[in-house]
């Protein structure tokens, strides 16, 4: 985690508890795998898996595990666009016809995508497939009446129709108007047989075109990294965010909990909508309730602890006041011979080391070692007022 402080780097590392990856593992120009592979050596669950989001990083790897569900389930009912796949530019003799669409490597957005007329164009695009010296694929091009984009969030759906008005060929480019449509089976099933790819997608979204025929090809999957799209997007991140916390309750408990301190971060880290709105408190409130209880102050209740806590606190603010309240408790024990809950309190909020042993020590603690414990205790107040304060 890179931090800029005053015109400074500074860099602090820290191992997170869960990962949510809402961003391309690889990109043009980007590539994110090292950082993956980390909080895979780390052992960091994650939405969607670290498995399946390393599955993503090539896309014709995604479109051959598409052509087995295809497969599985028919061309009629698993509509997947036909496409061709050079490993090098040594391979690329022609299209199986064109006009077809070229795309150079992996990249998102429509980066990386050519329009290819003829053989002549074909042949130009394999000069620079070598130069890129990358793969490539090519698939018939579509005259797109619309395209259709289906999402999956947890076991949330919902389907957009998005019609390009900007006269660009490729439909996830430019303007174009957006209308959320009903979710019928048929894409129902489309996206819950993908959601089942590489050990299962938490978030995954299914690309469409329909043509002018009306008919459906399916071009391409998105994983978590999907585009959120319409008025709703509101609506899938508060989705995002309670499927986070699932998974969370679900990886994140502590088990063989010794510490209070695990206790704690625990607590707070699954209380996203439970204990600490119940109480009605806020999660700060609750954190410092429960850390106050870490370090207890020999003798006394658990209330007269956090008394006795608060005491201190408020003697290094104002430390004429407290000595002065703390002189007049001799005067007061001098009256008595049984030494009373305040005096018990004093050696507490002085330097607490040989005074509570003294008390400890002195069978049934009677009043002949009163006197001595607090002619120790003034004097160690003496000499810590003097530190402070100077000679007095």
């Not at 990083?57 to 497969?71: C, I, N, R, T, Y």
């Not at 104002?318 to 002065?324: D, E, H, M, Q, R």
Request: aromatic residues 8%.
């Amino acid at each position: 985690m890179v931090v800029f402080r005053n015109g400074a780097k500074v860099v602090r590392s820290f191992k997170p508890d869960f990962v949510l990856i809402r961003q391309n593992l690889r990109d043009a120009g980007e590539d994110h795998k090292n950082l993956l592979l980390s909080l895979k050596f780390g052992g960091v669950p994650s939405i969607n898996s670290i498995n399946a989001i390393y599955n993503f990083q090539d896309k014709p790897w995604v479109f051959a595990h598409l052509m087995e569900v295809q497969k599985k389930m028919g061309k009629e009912n698993f509509p997947l666009i036909e496409q061709s796949y050079f490993p090098n530019h040594k391979e690329m003799l022609s299209a199986p016809r064109y006009p077809c669409v070229f795309k150079i490597g992996h990249a998102h957005g429509g980066l990386g995508k050519i329009r290819v007329e003829s053989n002549a164009d074909f042949q130009d695009m394999a000069s620079v497939v070598a130069v890129a010296n990358t793969y490539c694929t090519t698939e018939p091009y579509i005259d797109a009446k619309f395209d259709i984009h289906i999402q999956k969030i947890g076991a949330m759906y919902k389907c957009f129709q998005r019609k390009s008005i900007s006269g660009n060929w490729k439909t996830n480019t430019g303007s174009a108007m957006l209308e959320q449509t009903a979710m019928t089976e048929r894409y129902k099933a489309w996206v819950d047989e993908v959601s089942s790819l590489f050990g299962g997608l938490d978030i995954c979204a299914i690309e469409a075109i329909v043509d002018k025929n009306g008919s459906e090809h399916i071009i391409e999957v998105n994983d978590s990294a999907l585009t959120l799209m319409g008025d709703s997007q509101e609506d899938d991140r508060r989705y995002i965010a309670e499927l986070v916390a699932i998974k969370m309750q679900d990886n994140c408990h502590v088990q063989g909990v010794t510490r209070p301190m695990e206790l704690t971060r625990g607590s707070s880290r699954q209380s996203l909508s439970g204990t600490m709105s119940s109480r009605g408190g806020s999660p700060t409130e609750d954190t410092s309730r429960l850390i106050m209880g870490e370090t207890p102050i020999p003798g006394g209740s658990p209330s007269q602890q956090r008394r006795d806590s608060q005491a201190s606190q408020s003697s290094s603010i104002s430390g004429f006041s407290s000595a002065s309240g703390t002189r007049r408790q001799p005067d007061e024990s001098s009256q008595s011979s049984q030494p009373s809950a305040a005096q018990q309190k004093a050696p507490l909020f002085g330097r607490q080391t040989s005074v509570t042993t003294t008390n400890e020590s002195t069978p049934g603690g009677g009043g002949g070692g009163g006197g001595d414990d607090t002619e120790d205790t003034m004097k160690n107040l003496r000499k810590t007022f003097a530190g402070i304060f100077g000679d007095m």
